[in-house]
């Protein structure tokens, strides 16, 4: 693998909101699905040899909109996390119940750990790792935040360094034989 580009899929009404979309499989907005026809335009017909996709719809949408329907794989490790008992609900919503309440240091109740998530953005880096070329991630905010984080060698819980927009590029590469960020969170 060359570079690793990490696609964050359009809007939803719930990221307009800021509410923790998890498993829940909400459709594009109108302006997401916008968004995602941008992002075709930002890559310029760009070729992958192995473009992977979340389940969701709204990651699958977003693949196909952008012109890489056909070529995608669903990659189930590529699901966003698991919020539990906090799906649909807004970090500041949270916070009222629980004062100083973060994702990354306090956890879920009845959801995915950080651990387990770390887990499964591993075994993205392992599947993508063998290709001759360049990949594309199809995916979501937190799962790509803590694959950049290990992709960089760090805890996952760094992931939180990454602010991430809807529908926007990133990519991972190396500087020599050093894993880096060539780019990060280029809206369409």
């Given at each position: 693998?060359?570079?690793l580009w990490l696609i964050r899929h359009g809007e939803t009404e719930w990221s307009r909101s800021g509410a923790h979309t998890g498993r829940t499989d909400l459709p594009l907005t109108g302006a997401g699905r916008e968004n995602a026809a941008a992002l075709g335009r930002r890559l310029h017909g760009r070729r992958f040899s192995l473009?992977?996709?979340?389940?969701?719809?709204?990651?699958?949408?977003?693949?196909?909109?952008?012109g890489y329907g056909d070529a995608a794989q669903v990659e189930p490790n590529l699901y966003e996390w698991n919020y539990g008992d906090y799906e649909g609900r807004t970090t500041t919503d949270i916070q009222k119940e629980r004062p100083g309440w973060s994702l990354w240091t306090d956890g879920v109740p009845n959801g995915e750990s950080l651990a387990q998530v770390a887990a499964r953005a591993d075994a993205v880096l392992a599947r993508a790792l063998p290709s001759d070329g360049d990949v594309a991630l199809f995916a979501h905010g937190h799962i790509l935040r803590v694959l950049t984080a290990r992709w960089l060698g760090l805890d996952a819980d760094c992931g939180r360094l990454f602010a991430l927009g809807t529908a926007s590029v990133s990519v991972l590469g190396y500087e020599r034989e050093t894993r880096v960020i060539k780019q990060w969170n280029v809206s369409a």
């Open positions: 693998m060359r570079e473009v992977l996709t979340s389940p969701l719809q709204r990651a699958v949408d977003t693949c196909r909109l952008a």
